[in-house]
């Protein structure tokens, strides 16, 4: 019982320190969107995002196989990725070798991060949008690279390039 009653203790402090850096993330994703005159709606969960070009048809669904373009930075500014070649010689993060053509995955599947399977739900084919996306949303507390530290407020440039029919 006593273990248990630990066990509670501990995922109550992980949730309330969960919570305390969502907060934090939306505050610092308002006060950036603001400094920058950035007009953004805001998810439920707390994405916030900029469609730039409405795209047509249909929106993208839960399994849908979506190709996509993105460039990936921190909101502090550094790029960490990007499947565009030219952008990415440009940014420093060119790889020898990679394959630079569109991203695909399968919508809602998981195969990426949760701001991902939400904020291209929002998209037609042919949209291109700008996610700020909280880093619960994002990494969360993982250190994925030398820019993404832990909880770290992702950004991303992205084009649904095509929805492709399965």
């Keep these: 019982a006593w273990q248990m009653e630990q066990q509670q203790k501990m995922m109550a402090r992980q949730q309330e320190e969960a919570a305390g850096i969502k907060e934090k993330d939306l505050a610092s994703i308002a006060s950036y969107l603001e400094e920058n005159n950035i007009d953004a709606e805001t998810t439920e969960s707390g994405i916030s995002y900029v469609i730039t070009q409405e795209g ?3 929106l993208a669904v839960k399994g849908d196989l979506l190709r996509v373009n993105y460039k990936g ?3 502090e500014g550094a790029y960490f990725d990007s499947n565009i070649e030219e952008f990415a010689r440009a940014q420093g993060l060119y790889t020898e070798g990679r394959e630079y053509k569109p991203l695909e995955f399968k919508l809602g599947a ?3 991060i949760k701001g991902w399977d939400e904020g291209f739900a929002l998209l ?3 949209a291109k949008a700008t996610f700020y996306i909280p880093s619960g949303l ?9 820019v993404i530290l832990p909880n770290s407020i992702l950004v991303f440039d992205v084009e649904l390039v095509e929805i492709v029919e399965e």
Excluded: D, H, W
């Design 56 to 58: 047509t048809g249909e």
């Design 73 to 75: 930075n921190i909101l």
């Design 110 to 112: 998981g195969g990426v």
């Design 124 to 126: 037609k084919e042919g």
């Design 138 to 146: 994002a990494y969360g507390p993982r250190q994925r690279s030398a």
